[in-house]
């Protein structure tokens, strides 16, 4: 699987204006609806249940909130680079500047396990990271999230 699979470009957010994580993961679900057609608030609310499981900051910077919808019929994700990093109760408790939301059918099962672990594998490469931070154009970031991974993919 690659992130081109999960990803399109109108996808990416290269500059995220939100001060705390709430906000995050509200401008981020108010995104995937116009994508998806989801209702925003269900995702949303979906995404603070999650949170309340367990932290989805994942340390490094980078969260990787996700949720489960019945209406789904495949695996979509969103990219957002932050403005600024944002307090995200993370494992390392660093502020989090790279967030992929991952929204997953209900039915997923081990695709959505698939792509999280493929995401994850993404974003903890440093190098990966460092570009991505460096960058604040759509295409550049999504240019560089789909050729890592089917470069590494090809590997």
């Known amino acids: 699987m690659d992130i081109g699979d999960l990803l399109e470009i ?24 116009g994508i998806i057609g989801l209702d925003e608030r269900r995702i949303f609310d979906t995404l603070l249940e999650r949170e309340r499981l367990g932290t989805t900051g994942v340390g490094n910077g980078i969260a990787i909130p996700h949720g489960k919808f019945a209406e789904l019929s495949q695996l979509r994700g969103l990219f957002a680079r932050l403005e600024r990093p944002v307090e995200f109760d993370s494992v ?16 997923a099962g081990a695709d959505h396990l698939k792509a999280l672990a493929r995401v994850s594998r993404l974003l903890r490469d440093r190098t990966n990271c460092d570009k991505l931070r460096g960058t604040d154009s759509a295409e550049a970031i999504y240019g560089l999230l789909t050729e890592v991974t089917t470069t590494h993919h090809a590997a």
């Open 10 to 33: 109108d996808g990416v957010v290269p500059k995220l204006s939100v001060a705390s994580k709430k906000q995050a993961l509200h401008e981020l679900s108010r995104r995937a609806s």
């Open 92 to 107: 390392d408790d660093q502020p989090v500047d790279l967030m992929f939301l991952l929204l997953a059918p209900e039915s």
